[in-house]
C-alpha cells in the first residue's frame, strides 16, 4: 500500500465551488487578504455555467420591490423568511450594477434598456438576461476578473472531502459544549493523487446543489451535495431538503443522458404553450396563470398528464415566434433543438420534467454565517429563508450574489479576522484503505441510488413509496460507508458518500413533513396545514 501525500496549504480565505456564488465572494474577499478557490473539475464547471432564463431584479419603473416579494413569498407556499425575502429584493438592483462593474454584458433592446424577460410566478418582467446564456456569460465575466487579481489561486481538480475542524486535531481538549470551529478542508488533487490540507481563517461553502441525486436533471455531474453534506459531517445544521424542485420542461430523448438539456421557462415567457400529443392546452384546467404558473404546479401538471395518458412526454409549442425571434432570444436552445433533428419554429418540441433545483441546504443566518464559526455558506447550497417551499424563478442566482456579498461585509466588518493563528492539523489517515479495481461498484451503486430516488421520491410521493425508500437508502448507505472506510479514494468514491448521505437526509425530511406544501406533495397528505407544518425540518448529525 502506498501512503497518500499529504500537504498543507495556508490562506486567509476559502472558497469551495467556483458558480456565482464562490467567484464573487471570492473577487470580494481579494480586498480583504490570499484567497484559494478549489474547483472539482474545470473553473467553469458549475450549476451557474447552465443558468439560461437569468436574475431576477426590480429594474422596471412598472416593477416594485412589494410585487417582488409577493411572488416570491407566494411562490415558496408562504414559508419564506419575510425579513430574508425583503432584504434579498431590495438589494437586488445593487447587486446588478455589481456585476455589470466586473464586466458582465446583459442584453439590452434596441433603446439601450435592459431586456427583460418573465417567467413563471412573477407577477412582471424583471429577468434580466443575457440572450438564453446568462449563466456563461455571468461565469466568464467573472473568471477574468478573478485571473486577472495576483491575490486569488484558483485549485481545478481538487475535490473537498471534508471540512477540518476540532474534531479533526492532534491531542485536542474539546468538550461537547463548545461551538465547532472551520479551519478548512482535506482535499483531494485529484490530478496529483494526493491529498492536501487547505487551511483558512475563514471558509465559504458555494459547491451548488445535488441533482445528480436523481436519474433524470439539468445538473452537471459535479452536482452531488457535497457541501450538504460536508457541513452536516461537521454537526452544521441541514433545512429543507424535500423541497427539489423539478424543472418543468428539458428536452425529452430516447437515449439517457448525463444531463437533461434545459429548455429555459423564458420560453414560456415568451408565449409558450403545453400541450399533450393531440395538441391540445392542459395548463388553464390547473392554474389561472396557465403556463407561468410556479413550477411545481407545472411539473405536476405535466406528471399528471403524463401518467393519465400513459406517454414519455408532451409538448411545447413555440411555433406562434418566426425563426428570427428566436435566433435572436433563444439563440442557444434553437441551435441544439436544430441538431436534434427538431426546428421549432415549425415544430412542437417534446419536454419531461427533470430535477434542477435544491430548496433546502445548510441553514445559515441572514449574513450567510452557518452553525459553525468560521463556516460561511451561499448559492443553492444554503437553506437562507428565501426560496421557502419553492424556488420563484431566476431568483436563485440573486439569492448566491446577495448573500456572498453579504458574508464578505460580515468578515469585513471584524477587524481580526486575519489575526487567526492556525491550529496545528494532523495529515490525511489513510490507515487501512487498499486500491479498488471494482470501479463499477461505484457506478452501479451511484446509478441505484439516483434510480430509487426518481421511482420513490419523485414529483409526487407516498408515505408507502417513502419508507420503502428509506430501508433501501439505509442498505445502501451502509454498504458504501464501509466500502468508503476501506478504500482508497477517488473522485467517483467521494462523491457516491455524499450522494447517499444527501438523498437519506431528503427522504428523512420529507418523512418528517406530513402535509403537501410547495414542491413536496405527498398524496396521503394532499391538503397545506399551516397549523402544524408552517416551519422548517431541520436534521443534524448526532455522530459527533
Known amino acids: 500500500m502506498t501512503k497518500i501525500k499529504s500537504h498543507e496549504l495556508k490562506t486567509d480565505f476559502l472558497v469551495v465551488g467556483s458558480g456565482i456564488a464562490g467567484l464573487s465572494f471570492a473577487l470580494r474577499a481579494a480586498e480583504l487578504g490570499e484567497v484559494v478557490i478549489v474547483t472539482k ?38 414559508l419564506g423568511k419575510q425579513e430574508i425575502v425583503k432584504g434579498v429584493v431590495q438589494e437586488g438592483p445593487e447587486c446588478i450594477q455589481d456585476l455589470i462593474s466586473w464586466g458582465v454584458q446583459f442584453t439590452k433592446t434596441h433603446d439601450k434598456e435592459f431586456a427583460l424577460g418573465r417567467e413563471g410566478g412573477h407577477s412582471k418582467r424583471r429577468i434580466i438576461h443575457a ?7 455571468i461565469e466568464h465575466s467573472l473568471l477574468q476578473a478573478l485571473k486577472a487579481n495576483p491575490r486569488v489561486t484558483m485549485l481545478e481538480d481538487h475535490v473537498a ?23 478548512g478542508v482535506y482535499a483531494l488533487d485529484s490530478k496529483a493523487d494526493q491529498v ?20 433524470h436533471t439539468t445538473n452537471p455531474q459535479i452536482a452531488t451535495g457535497d457541501g450538504i453534506c460536508m457541513a452536516y459531517r461537521a454537526g452544521a445544521e441541514i433545512a429543507n431538503l424535500e423541497f427539489v424542485q423539478f424543472h418543468p420542461t428539458t428536452l425529452y430523448q430516447t437515449e439517457q443522458k448525463k444531463r437533461s438539456f434545459l429548455i429555459s421557462e423564458a420560453v414560456r415567457g415568451e408565449g409558450a404553450s403545453l400541450r399533450t400529443k393531440d395538441g391540445k392546452r392542459f395548463m388553464p384546467n390547473y392554474h389561472p396563470m396557465e403556463e407561468l404558473a410556479p413550477r411545481d404546479v407545472v411539473a405536476r401538471a405535466i406528471d399528471q398528464e403524463m401518467k393519465r395518458r400513459g406517454e414519455l ?6 411555433t406562434h415566434l418566426s425563426k428570427k425571434n428566436l435566433q435572436e432570444r433563444f439563440p442557444h436552445i434553437y441551435s441544439h433543438c436544430l441538431m436534434q433533428g427538431i426546428d421549432i419554429s415549425k415544430e412542437f418540441i417534446p419536454v419531461v420534467p427533470a430535477a434542477h433545483y435544491m430548496c433546502g441546504g445548510i441553514v445559515t443566518d441572514l449574513n450567510g454565517q452557518t452553525s459553525i464559526r468560521s463556516l ?123 450522494l447517499v448521505i444527501v ?34 425540518m431541520v436534521v443534524r448529525s448526532s455522530q459527533l
Open 196 to 215: 492536501c490540507a487547505i487551511l483558512a481563517k475563514a471558509t465559504l461553502l458555494a459547491t451548488g446543489g445535488a441533482g445528480q441525486v436523481y436519474l
Open 41 to 78: 473539475k474545470r473553473d467553469f464547471e458549475s450549476n451557474t455555467n447552465y443558468a439560461q432564463g437569468g436574475i431576477a431584479s426590480v429594474i422596471s419603473s412598472e416593477d416594485s420591490f412589494d410585487d417582488h416579494y409577493r411572488d416570491t413569498i407566494k411562490a415558496g407556499g408562504d
Open 503 to 536: 438523498a437519506d437526509l431528503t427522504i428523512r425530511c420529507a418523512l418528517m413533513r406530513k402535509e403537501s406544501r410547495g414542491l413536496h406533495y405527498n398524496a396521503d397528505y394532499t391538503e397545506r396545514d399551516d397549523k402544524h407544518w408552517l416551519r422548517d
Open 161 to 183: 472531502i471534508d471540512l477540518i475542524t476540532q474534531h479533526h486535531l492532534a491531542n485536542r481538549y474539546f468538550v461537547p459544549w463548545e461551538k465547532t470551529t472551520c479551519w
Open 313 to 318: 412526454h408532451i409538448w411545447l409549442d413555440v
Open 376 to 498: 460561511y455558506a451561499s448559492g443553492e447550497v444554503t437553506h437562507t429563508g428565501l426560496h421557502g417551499a419553492n424556488r420563484l424563478a431566476s431568483n436563485s442566482l440573486l439569492e448566491a450574489v446577495v448573500f456572498s456579498k453579504r458574508a464578505f461585509q460580515q468578515l469585513a466588518s471584524d477587524p481580526a479576522i486575519l489575526d487567526v493563528e492556525f491550529p496545528e492539523i494532523p495529515p490525511w489517515d489513510d490507515t487501512g484503505v487498499v486500491r479498488s479495481e471494482e470501479s463499477v461498484l461505484i457506478s452501479h451503486d451511484r446509478h441505484s441510488v439516483r434510480r430509487l430516488m426518481w421511482d420513490y421520491v419523485g414529483i409526487v410521493r407516498t408515505n408507502r413509496r417513502l419508507e420503502r425508500a428509506r430501508s433501501r437508502m439505509a442498505f445502501l448507505r451502509r454498504d458504501i460507508t464501509e466500502f468508503y472506510r476501506t478504500t482508497r479514494l477517488t473522485p467517483e468514491l467521494i462523491e457516491l458518500r455524499n
Open 131 to 137: 440572450a438564453d446564456l446568462t449563466g456563461r456569460e
